[in-house]
């Protein structure tokens, strides 16, 4: 996983010129539009192998956590974890290695996600700084 530089010292400046209260609000406004984009992300890479549905229409984006701060991207119900595991690595049946059509599918969206995040965290802290 990639690791920003320098990150302390833009929320430093940022809290100078603002104030703490401000950029937390900046922060976590920036933090929950990724959040739905990266829910939109997932989704899109999964229509590829949609079937019933469910585990479609199941992937949720939390709340800000902290800690450090972040949103997390996962299904609703818990028991869609195994299904996504197998869709997404394969599996052994009678002997014979199984590879479904989302296999490999969320590492994709994941990749995509990762790329992406950074500058587009950074525009709309910008967007919302001003």
């Not at 833009?10 to 100078?16: A, F, Q, S, V, W």
């Not at 299904?83 to 490999?104: A, K, S």
């Amino acid at each position: 996983m990639s690791e920003v530089t320098g990150l302390e010292e833009i929320l430093k400046n940022m809290e100078d010129k603002l104030g703490q209260a401000r950029v937390n609000r900046i922060s976590n406004k920036a933090l929950k539009k990724q959040g739905e984009r990266n829910k939109q992300t997932v989704k899109k890479y999964m229509a590829s192998y949609i079937d019933s549905g469910k585990t479609h229409d199941l992937v949720i984006s939390s709340g800000v956590k902290s800690n450090p701060k972040r949103v997390e991207t996962g299904w609703a119900s818990k028991e869609r974890a195994p299904i996504v595991h197998l869709n997404e690595f394969g599996y052994t049946r009678y002997g014979t290695y199984v590879r479904p059509r989302g296999m490999g599918k969320l590492q994709a969206a994941a990749d995509e996600i990762q790329a992406k995040a950074f500058g587009e965290m950074k525009s709309d802290m910008e967007e919302l700084a001003k």
